[in-house]
Each structure stands twice: as structure tokens, then as C-alpha cells.
T-cell receptor, first 114, second 109 residues
């Protein structure tokens, strides 16, 4: 158990819909990262937040957005869902978000878009 | 863009045999990290290499970072069935961690 929690564990929805994935970092960690893992694209970095502010952006689509709240939990919003958005979405956290930080991954949310 | 190439994609070994996975970047990395993901699980951090030419060991696992900080390898000696999973390298480019495609390791007992 990494100490990072993600909800829900599974999510099944239809194309065109919008969903919100939630992540609670390890106690004391200030940085949260979101990743998408699919069979054809591997593990792709989406976005990083540090203490409520966006710190780095990866291959995140415009239909996706994220935020980190004052209590440091984070949400990833996915809208206008397409079949290709079906994937495992991981959240990770680290202490300070520096380049040499260890990232601790949560169990993931499996999103299925039908 | 930044990309980390990882080979092989898949390796099936007999228990007791050695295993190696390699990662290569076209540009210099700040550091490289290695993760293991068990089937159905999430990536778990194994180690980080920062210095040019660095070699680190964890029991049967040996990690190397190339002199030019562009390539890295993970070697497992005498694999066991508990080693099965996908091994990812992740190269640090500025503030972004870019993962390799992973090497799936299967071990026959």
C-alpha cells in the first residue's frame, strides 16, 4: 500500500460523457501527478500539481483538466469522452515535486468508455 | 519530443536465468528511475540513478546509468517467479518524467 488513494476503482460510462477521478496523496506529500496507461500508448504523463499550482504539463488533451485543492487532494476531469480514452488512470504523489523525488503511485482508476 | 526507448518489449526466461532490460534516450537525462508493475498492480518505485556511470545494486538487481547519461540498464541475476511483471524506466527531462514502454518479464518455473 503506497498511501495514495484513488476513487473510484472502476468507472464505466458512455461516449460524450464527463467523469471526475479523485486522488488523495500520501500524508505530507505536496505534489500530485496524473498518468494515463493504455495498451497502445504505455504510461503517459498528463499533468503535475504542486501545492495547488500546476507545475508541469505532459500529453494532456484539452478535453481533460485537473486541479489540486487546498487539502491537497486532486481531481482529474475528463469530458466529451471517446472510446480511446478507455485506460487506467494513475495518480502519484511525491514529497516536494522536485526532480529527484520518489513518486508513489495509487492503485489506479480503470475507465471504460462504451 | 522527449522519448525513452526501452527494449526488449517482452522476455520469457526459465527460472534461474538472468534478465536484462535496456533504456535509451536521444538526449541527456537529469536522472533515470526504474519502476516495477506487477500484473494488475500499479508501478512501484525501485531506484533512481543520478550520476554519470552510476551503478546501484538491490539484492539480485543491478542498475546502471551510462557515462553520457543517455542510457540505462536493469539486470536481474537468477530470476525467480516473484520477479514477474513489467519493468519501466523513466527518464527525467526537466520537470517531466517520461516512461519507456516497459519490458514484460515472464518466468517459467
Amino acid at each position: 500500500d503506497s498511501g495514495v488513494t484513488q476513487t473510484p476503482k472502476h468507472l464505466i460510462t458512455a461516449t460524450g460523457q464527463r467523469v471526475t477521478l479523485r486522488c488523495s496523496p500520501r500524508s505530507g506529500d505536496l505534489s500530485v501527478y496524473w498518468y494515463q496507461q493504455s495498451l497502445d500508448q504505455g504510461l503517459q504523463f498528463l499533468i503535475q500539481y504542486y501545492n495547488g499550482e500546476e507545475r508541469a504539463k505532459g500529453n494532456i488533451l484539452e478535453r481533460f483538466s485537473a486541479q489540486q485543492f487546498p487539502d491537497l487532494h486532486s481531481e482529474l476531469n475528463l469530458s466529451s469522452l471517446e472510446l480511446g480514452d478507455s485506460a487506467l488512470y494513475f495518480c502519484a504523489s511525491s514529497a516536494s515535486g522536485s526532480r529527484t523525488d520518489t513518486q508513489y503511485f495509487g492503485p489506479g482508476t480503470r475507465l471504460t468508455v462504451l | 519530443g522527449q522519448q525513452v526507448m526501452q527494449i526488449p518489449q517482452y522476455q520469457h526466461v526459465q527460472e534461474g536465468e538472468d534478465f536484462t532490460t535496456y533504456c535509451n534516450s536521444s538526449t541527456t537525462l537529469s536522472n533515470i528511475q526504474w519502476y516495477k508493475q506487477r500484473p494488475g498492480g500499479h508501478p512501484v518505485f525501485l531506484i533512481q540513478l543520478v550520476k554519470s556511470g552510476e551503478v546501484k545494486k538491490q539484492k539480485r538487481l543491478t542498475f546502471q546509468f551510462g557515462e553520457a547519461k543517455k542510457n540505462s540498464s536493469l539486470h536481474i541475476t537468477a530470476t525467480q517467479t516473484t520477479d514477474v511483471g513489467t519493468y519501466f524506466c523513466a527518464g527525467q527531462y526537466g520537470n517531466k518524467l517520461v516512461f519507456g514502454a516497459g519490458t514484460i518479464l515472464r518466468v517459467k518455473s
